[in-house]
């Protein structure tokens, strides 16, 4: 009930301007009252007025009234405010539902202010006191109210469980100690507390530094982001803006082809035409002479006919030929020829464009930081889950290497082809790259003949020509090369060698872990023989899969996955 009037006498000692209980209460001669502000702020807004008027019944005042503080409606307040906080303080210091209550209090009970792990007994602030004014207690440890202090009590004794068993992690009581677990190592749960707190600092430590180190991960990666993002809009709009122009073009030879076209039609149309009206006419002379010879064949006198014969019967020689070749719908197929080979040049470059730009040149995101890479497969099953198959680029052939087998298999021979000039082609090593770029974990085999061939991943910028041993695999330090001979294994890597024991075999696994640095040779037969301790280094482009062939007649092939 209390409560209930507080509310009532609220609402009727509120202003109804700003609507809070007064401050500086007036009453005006109407009955209403207001904070003296808030009822000078209303009226000085109604200046150049001779008028002034209650807010609420609208009873107006000439002149404007003198106002005065109402002491007795200010004591009111006063009051009201504080059995208003003395209410909401006492509510606020009783337990609820999911607080930890005072164990001495009786009847409704307050909020637990400390638990004692002494006492095992939680208190309130009053009746806490004690705890501080009598020194036998002062002695007692106090910790935040805690609902779990049964937790600290042993149950086969009894005690409090003060001492910590090292030997078998758990918290016992002194009589254990003494007991079950005599001769074990023990200390007092206050220092293995001390001590794993130390542990804790640490971890926090190197939590902090790791959330801070993920933290500036985040930014570099959402500036990546922004990056692409910015890069792949300009990127759009350039092709699209060149796409339009090389359409524009396209269109315009389009017209210019198109007008060559009806011009040779048109000549060629007058040729005809005038063949056509010239033999037209020789037709007309022709009917002509038929109908002389006619009318003199019937002429039925003999001196007459004879008289007439020589001059009627003479025929001019035919100024054109007796038979004309007609050659139907292909009059320009010289010019259709011309524009299908425009139209397979362009899709050949179309194509080779797109297999540069390909999203798989595009390097992928750096790992997360301080992640430990994915352990190598031990088995060969374990390794064609990383099964890419390769084919070998074209562009790239050096003359006297010949591609088969889809562009899976290279030869050497003692001749060039006549492959066309190209900036990617090896001009002076018998070496080929892949066409498809390498990132992430791959696997891949190639199967050799002959003596002296190299495995190779490499750099798509590594040098292509030139004397200079820089264009070799293995011979700088943009490629990795296994050397393979008959009796030997060899490693190369900028020009440095080493020798390889293993068993030999035509048939070599490549391992490639791009993102963790990794990569490994494995002679393969019925098992998996490791030719080489995985290389660790940091790979900072897309690599592709290479082959160098030393001698004529050697070949090497990429298998497809099995």
Same mark, same amino acid.
């Given at each position: 009930?209390?409560?209930?009037?507080?509310?009532?006498?609220?609402?009727?000692?509120?202003?109804?301007?700003?609507?809070?209980?007064?401050?500086?209460?007036?009453? $005006?001669? !109407?009955?209403? =009252? /207001? @904070?003296?502000?808030?009822?000078?702020? +209303?009226? &000085?807004?109604?200046? %150049? #007025?001779?008028?002034?008027?209650?807010?609420?019944?609208?009873?107006?005042?000439?002149?404007?009234?003198?106002?005065?503080?109402?002491?007795?409606?200010?004591?009111?307040?006063?009051?009201?405010?504080?059995?208003?906080?003395?209410?909401?303080?006492?509510?606020?210091?009783?337990?609820?539902?999911?607080?930890?209550?005072?164990?001495?209090?009786?009847?409704?009970?307050?909020?637990?202010?400390?638990?004692? $792990?002494? !006492?095992?007994? =939680? /208190? @309130?602030?009053?009746?806490?006191?004690? +705890?501080? &004014?009598?020194?036998? %207690? #002062?002695?007692?440890?106090?910790?935040?109210?805690?609902?779990?202090?049964?937790?600290?009590?042993?149950?086969?004794?009894?005690?409090?469980?003060?001492?910590?068993?090292?030997?078998?992690?758990?918290?016992?009581?002194?009589?254990?100690?003494?007991?079950?677990?005599?001769?074990?190592?023990?200390?007092?749960?206050?220092?293995?507390?001390?001590?794993?707190?130390?542990?804790?600092?640490?971890?926090?430590?190197?939590?902090?530094?790791?959330?801070?180190?993920?933290?500036?991960?985040?930014?570099?990666?959402?500036?990546?982001?922004?990056?692409?993002?910015?890069?792949?809009?300009?990127?759009?709009?350039?092709?699209?803006?060149?796409?339009?122009?090389?359409?524009?073009?396209?269109?315009?030879?389009?017209?210019?082809?198109?007008?060559?076209?009806?011009?040779?039609?048109?000549?060629?149309?007058?040729?005809?035409?005038?063949?056509?009206?010239?033999?037209?006419?020789?037709?007309?002379?022709?009917?002509?002479?038929?109908?002389?010879?006619?009318?003199?064949?019937?002429?039925?006198?003999?001196?007459?006919?004879?008289?007439?014969?020589?001059?009627?019967?003479?025929?001019?020689?035919?100024?054109?030929?007796?038979?004309?070749?007609?050659?139907?719908?292909?009059?320009?197929?010289?010019?259709?020829?011309?524009?299908?080979?425009?139209?397979?040049?362009?899709?050949?470059?179309?194509?080779?464009?797109?297999?540069?730009?390909?999203?798989?040149?595009?390097?992928?995101?750096?790992?997360?930081?301080?992640?430990?890479?994915?352990?190598?497969?031990?088995?060969?099953?374990?390794?064609?889950?990383?099964?890419?198959?390769?084919?070998?680029?074209?562009?790239?052939?050096?003359?006297?290497?010949?591609?088969?087998?889809?562009?899976?298999?290279?030869?050497?021979?003692?001749?060039?082809?006549?492959?066309?000039?190209?900036?990617?082609?090896?001009?002076?090593?018998?070496?080929?790259?892949?066409?498809?770029?390498?990132?992430?974990?791959?696997?891949?085999?190639?199967?050799?003949?002959?003596?002296?061939?190299?495995?190779?991943?490499?750099?798509?910028?590594?040098?292509?020509?030139?004397?200079?041993?820089?264009?070799?695999?293995?011979?700088?330090?943009?490629?990795?090369?296994?050397?393979?001979?008959?009796?030997?294994?060899?490693?190369?890597?900028?020009?440095?060698?080493?020798?390889?024991?293993?068993?030999?075999?035509?048939?070599?696994?490549?391992?490639?872990?791009?993102?963790?640095?990794?990569?490994?040779?494995?002679?393969?037969?019925?098992?998996?023989?490791?030719?080489?301790?995985?290389?660790?280094?940091?790979?900072?482009?897309?690599?592709?899969?290479?082959?160098?062939?030393?001698?004529?007649?050697?070949?090497?092939?990429?298998?497809?996955?099995?």
């Amino acid at each position: 009930m209390a409560q209930k009037g507080g509310n009532v006498y609220s609402e009727s000692i509120s202003c109804s301007i700003c609507l809070d209980l007064l401050k500086d209460p007036v009453a $005006l001669s !109407c009955g209403h =009252s /207001y @904070c003296m502000k808030c009822i000078e702020t +209303h009226w &000085d807004g109604e200046d %150049l #007025k001779t008028t002034y008027s209650c807010p609420q019944c609208r009873k107006t005042f000439t002149p404007r009234p003198v106002l005065e503080k109402n002491v007795l409606l200010a004591e009111l307040v006063e009051e009201l405010k504080k059995t208003g906080v003395q209410a909401a303080a006492a509510d606020h210091c009783y337990a609820g539902p999911e607080d930890v209550s005072c164990d001495v209090c009786t009847g409704r009970k307050m909020k637990a202010f400390k638990s004692c $792990l002494v !006492c095992l007994v =939680s /208190y @309130c602030d009053n009746h806490l006191q004690p +705890h501080y &004014d009598v020194p036998p %207690l #002062k002695k007692h440890q106090l910790v935040e109210p805690s609902k779990n202090l049964q937790e600290n009590i042993c149950s086969s004794h009894d005690e409090v469980m003060k001492v910590f068993c090292r030997t078998d992690q758990q918290l016992i009581c002194y009589l254990c100690s003494m007991e079950e677990h005599k001769g074990h190592d023990t200390v007092s749960a206050a220092a293995e507390r001390t001590e794993r707190q130390k542990k804790l600092e640490v971890s926090r430590l190197n939590i902090q530094q790791r959330i801070q180190d993920r933290q500036k991960d985040v930014k570099l990666l959402q500036q990546e982001l922004k990056d692409i993002r910015v890069s792949a809009d300009k990127t759009v709009e350039d092709s699209e803006e060149m796409f339009t122009q090389m359409i524009h073009l396209i269109q315009n030879r389009s017209s210019e082809v198109e007008q060559q076209i009806r011009s040779q039609q048109e000549t060629q149309e007058r040729r005809v035409k005038e063949l056509q009206e010239k033999l037209e006419q020789e037709i007309r002379d022709l009917e002509r002479k038929d109908a002389e010879l006619k009318q003199l064949s019937d002429t039925s006198d003999h001196s007459q006919f004879l008289h007439n014969y020589p001059s009627v019967s003479a025929l001019s020689e035919s100024t054109h030929s007796s038979s004309i070749s007609i050659r139907p719908l292909r009059h320009f197929e010289d010019v259709t020829a011309a524009v299908k080979e425009l139209r397979g040049k362009v899709e050949d470059v179309l194509k080779d464009t797109w297999t540069n730009i390909s999203p798989s040149d595009v390097p992928p995101p750096q790992p997360e930081p301080d992640l430990e890479p994915e352990l190598e497969p031990t088995t060969r099953a374990g390794f064609l889950k990383y099964s890419r198959e390769i084919t070998l680029d074209p562009n790239t052939a050096f003359k006297k290497l010949r591609l088969s087998n889809e562009n899976r298999k290279v030869t050497s021979i003692n001749y060039q082809l006549s492959y066309p000039p190209h900036p990617d082609r090896f001009t002076r090593r018998f070496q080929v790259l892949s066409r498809e770029s390498l990132t992430g974990r791959c696997y891949w085999e190639v199967e050799w003949r002959g003596g002296g061939v190299d495995v190779a991943v490499s750099y798509k910028d590594i040098r292509r020509t030139g004397s200079s041993d820089d264009s070799g695999f293995g011979y700088n330090d943009k490629s990795w090369s296994l050397y393979c001979d008959t009796d030997s294994y060899t490693f190369w890597y900028d020009n440095d060698d080493i020798s390889i024991s293993g068993p030999q075999c035509s048939r070599i696994g490549v391992y490639l872990d791009h993102r963790a640095g990794i990569l490994s040779f494995y002679s393969v037969s019925e098992t998996m023989t490791r030719l080489l301790l995985g290389i660790q280094t940091t790979f900072t482009e897309p690599l592709h899969a290479g082959i160098w062939l030393h001698n004529y007649g050697n070949t090497a092939e990429f298998m497809k996955p099995e």
